[in-house]
Each structure stands twice: as C-alpha cells, then as structure tokens.
C-alpha cells in the first residue's frame, strides 16, 4: 500500500515568512510524528500525535514552531517567520498503534530559508 | 537524554566486501531500528530490532540489549548499498533518538 506522503518536496522561502509543511500518514496509522534533519546530522525529534490526545510537544525548538492534525490524519507543520537556521529537511512518519513502535519514515520537505 | 554512538564515522569499501556497523546506547530502550538513507535522502527501514537477531537478504542485524548495543552486517556489497545508515533508539516515549551515522561508500 501507499506510504507516508510529504508534500511539497522542496520549499524555498525568504527570512520571515511563514511556512507550512504537510504530511499524509499511512492509512489506518494512529500516530504521527515530525522529525528534522539539519545538513550532515541525525535526525532530531519535533512533535507527536496520537489519537485524540493531546500531542508531545516536547522537541519543538521555539514557538514559532506548531503542528496540528486534523481528523486524526492528515497533519501540517507550520513555521513562522522563518530564520535561516530553519534550514532542515522536514520528515513525518507514523506507526499503526501506539503500542506498535517501528515507525515508517515519509520522503521529507526540504526547506531552504534565504 | 538517551546517547546513541555510531560507529565508525565513514567507511569505504570495495563492492563484494563485508561490513560491520556498530551502534551503542546509554540506556536501557524499547525500540531500536536500523535505518538506510539513499543519496537522494529517502530513509528506508532495514530493521526493527530492539533485541535478538535479524536477516534480511543481505544484511543482518544483532542486538545485544543488555550491553547496549547493536550491530548491522553488510555482506557482499554492492554500490547500492551506499549512503548513511542510522541507528536510532527509543525508551517508552515513542520519541526516536538518532545517531549520528556512518557513511557507506562502496566502490565498484
């Protein structure tokens, strides 16, 4: 079946502006997370959602960083006044269950702040 | 947090080669998966291998849970098998903790 989907794959934006970031999860997938991935690094853990509950915003690294899911499926990253230190490649990916750890990785958002 | 140390940095090997990749971790975890980004970025499931061993064509994996670590066999290589392998762990919280890699090349 489909996997997780990202889109766009690549964005280019100026300092300051907002952006947003959109992942399509497995279907059927209950949980949901968002990594980053600066040039030449692991990636690092941003946010998490599972079911209805409240999400882990835990690895966010500023407010000016927020994610909402809707309808406990698709989800959308949305930075604003975006810096150059933003510059990342944005990942999603999702789990079945939340008792289900292997979590499958989307192709990621590439985001270049000028 | 957790600590995850990949081992070695680089590594460059002739096609047909073998390979070990090592992963430690600081702590005790739930989860530890094995993870292979292709040059054009893309991360590819290898194995979900918190403990015990693994093989998939290949590639095996063991974990060693008890000593914190885990390793990732390369046989027979072959240059589609370059790119950055990762190791990340998770402890309970669903939140994975990467390391920081090892780069594969494999040259014909």
């Known amino acids: 079946g489909a996997g997780v989907s990202q889109s766009p794959s690549n964005k280019v934006t100026e300092k300051g502006k907002d952006v947003e970031l959109r992942c399509d999860p497995i279907s059927g997938h209950t949980a949901l997370y968002w990594y980053r991935q600066s040039l030449g690094q692991g990636l690092e853990f941003l946010i998490y959602f599972q079911g209805n509950s409240a999400p882990d915003k835990s690895g966010l690294p500023s407010d000016r960083f927020s994610a909402e899911r809707t309808g406990g499926s698709v989800s959308t990253l949305t930075i604003q006044r975006t810096q150059q230190e933003d510059s990342a490649v944005y990942f999603c990916a999702s789990t079945p269950r939340a008792a289900y750890n292997e979590q499958f990785f989307g192709p990621g958002t590439r985001l270049t702040v000028l | 947090g957790i600590q995850v140390e990949q081992s070695p940095p680089d590594l460059i090997l002739q096609e047909g080669a073998n390979s070990t990749l090592r992963c430690n971790f600081s702590?005790?975890?739930?989860?530890l998966q094995w993870f292979h980004q292709n040059p054009w970025g893309q991360l590819i499931n290898l194995f979900y291998?918190?403990?015990g061993t693994k093989q998939n064509g290949r590639l095996s994996a063991t974990t060693v849970a008890t000593e914190r670590y885990s390793l990732l066999y390369i046989s027979s290589s072959q240059t589609t098998d370059s790119g950055v392998y990762f190791c990340a762990v998770e402890r309970g919280d669903y939140k994975l903790s990467f390391g920081a890699g090892t780069t594969v090349t494999v040259r014909a």
């Open positions: 291998i918190p403990s």
């Open positions: 702590d005790s975890v739930n989860n």
